[in-house]
């Protein structure tokens, strides 16, 4: 059963360019949740999504950031126009119904730098 | 939601000393969660705690949840090198809908 799969491992994008961040949640999870970990600081939740639907995202900016999780396909955390702060760590979490008493698997992440 | 704050940001070791993060909240808390991060790597779950004054133990690791439930620790007997890494305290959301929060964790270098 494999884990959290996340693509790709690093990400390298001139400022300006669109940074497209994948998450395929383990199998049989239907909740995946993104944080963001900025060099030596710790994770900030963005977004939680089911299938096809948003439940929460008060933690994105709210420009320039957007993220789906389609019925089919894996989740897409999507950056437009980046610029140099954005270069961070970006993890994906998912879960079954809920977290239940197991807490988060994560996946490897994805290393964005911006230049 | 709610929040937790750590300390220590970061604490330097010697290899066989123990080592203590502490985790605190103005509000009780339903519930915490540790996770270890190695230095780049990806969180990693450790353990969860639900009761008050709730002590769990995993080989060198003791985990505590205060009797008031505003606080947690976690205590390393005799650090290895293998422990270098950072150590976040989490709280998940009670209800239908579990968020989970982190703290900022503590930065833990063990000196060999």
């Known amino acids: 059963n494999a884990g959290v799969m996340q693509n790709p491992r690093h990400l390298v994008r001139r400022r300006g360019q669109e940074a497209r961040l994948r998450c395929s949640p383990m199998k049989g999870h239907s909740h995946v949740y993104w944080y963001r970990q900025l060099p030596e600081e710790g994770l900030k939740f963005m977004v939680y999504?089911?299938?096809?639907?948003?439940?929460?995202e008060s933690g994105m900016p709210k420009e320039r950031f957007s993220a789906e999780f389609p019925k089919e396909g894996p989740s897409i955390l999507r950056i437009q126009q980046v610029v140099r702060g954005d270069s961070a760590a970006y993890f994906c979490?998912?879960?079954?119904?809920?977290?239940?008493?197991?807490?988060?698997?994560f996946g490897s992440g994805t290393r964005l730098t911006v230049v | 939601g709610q929040q937790v704050m750590q300390i220590p940001q970061y604490q330097h070791v010697q290899e066989g000393e123990d080592f203590t993060t502490y985790c605190n909240s103005s509000t009780t808390l339903s519930n915490i969660q540790w996770y270890k991060q190695r230095p780049g790597g990806h969180p990693v779950f450790l353990i969860q705690l639900v009761k008050s004054g709730e002590v769990k133990k995993q080989k060198r690791l003791t985990f505590q949840f205060g009797e008031a439930k505003k606080n947690s620790s976690l205590h390393i007997t005799a650090t290895q090198t293998t422990d270098v890494g950072t150590y976040f305290c989490?709280?998940?959301?009670?209800?239908?809908?579990?968020?989970?929060?982190f703290g900022t964790g503590t930065k833990l270098q063990v000196i060999p």
């Open positions: 989490a709280v998940r959301s009670s209800g239908g809908y579990q968020k989970v929060t």
């Open positions: 999504l089911q299938k096809e639907n948003i439940i929460d």
């Open positions: 979490a998912s879960s079954p119904e809920g977290v239940g008493n197991n807490g988060y698997t």
